[in-house]
């Protein structure tokens, strides 16, 4: 089975552009996961997804970033306009239900914004 | 103070080594427990649940102290392949409301 997709792998753009990061996840999970890593504060959850609702989006940083769920087998997290400190590796992850706490992380999209 | 904080490391150990991770955790009410691993440029992924009792695993055992609010993970017979960074995580949700806390990780480099 293919694990949680995430595109683009890589992402480099230029401070105030609109960047958008996609993601697909395992087929059948419940819940999806977006998920922001930098040395400096390490792996921090930005938002969740339970049956595409948006359950805490307490981690998402101030309103340039906002993420949606359309339907059960994407997501996409947006920041406009983009700046330099959003340069980090996001990674999406999704879990099966309730009764099942593993999350299960896609590869990541490394932001480089300049 | 972090809600959960690990010894970043790294921790440089020839092949055969025990090695033994410590991470301590904030929130009395943190729910489940993990670690994860975390390989050069790669996505985290599950290597153990941490159970109340002590769990065993292979080579890997993990353990909780909830009064003191500590996690361990010892690794016997360290492998070359196990040189990755090792993440102490914390659930503080429980049943559908589930919000992971991640360490800043352990660094593990085995050595020939």
């Known amino acids: 089975d293919a694990g949680v997709i995430q595109s683009p792998r890589h992402e480099v753009t230029e401070m105030g552009q609109e960047v958008t990061l996609r993601c697909k996840p395992i087929?059948?999970?419940?819940?999806l996961f977006w998920y922001r890593q930098t040395m400096m504060r390490g792996l921090e959850l930005l938002i969740y997804?339970?049956?595409?609702?948006?359950?805490?989006d307490s981690g998402m940083p101030e309103d340039r970033f906002s993420a949606k769920m359309p339907n059960a087998s994407f997501s996409t997290l947006k920041i406009q306009p983009s700046e330099p400190r959003d340069s980090a590796v996001y990674f999406c992850?999704?879990?099966?239900?309730?009764?099942?706490?593993?999350?299960?992380f896609g590869p990541g999209t490394r932001l480089l914004v300049l | 103070r972090k809600e959960v904080e690990q010894d970043p490391g790294p921790f440089n150990v020839p092949e055969g080594a025990t090695v033994a991770f410590n991470c301590t955790y904030s929130?009395?009410?943190?729910?489940?427990f993990f670690w994860y691993r975390q390989d050069c440029r790669k996505e985290p992924k599950l290597l153990m649940s941490?159970?109340?009792s002590g769990n065993e695993d292979g080579r890997f055992t993990a353990q909780l102290n909830r009064a003191s609010q500590y996690i361990s993970l010892l690794i016997r017979d360290s492998k070359l392949s196990d040189s990755a960074t090792y993440l102490c995580?914390?659930?503080?949700?429980?049943?559908?409301?589930?919000?992971?806390?991640f360490g800043a990780g352990t660094r593990l480099a085995v050595h020939p």
């Open positions: 992850a999704s879990r099966p239900g309730q009764l099942q706490e593993t999350q299960y």
């Open positions: 087929s059948g999970h419940d819940y």
């Open positions: 997804f339970n049956n595409n609702v948006p359950i805490d």
């Open positions: 929130n009395s009410a943190s729910q489940s």
């Open positions: 941490v159970y109340s």
């Open positions: 995580v914390v659930n503080l949700g429980s049943g559908g409301y589930n919000k992971l806390i």
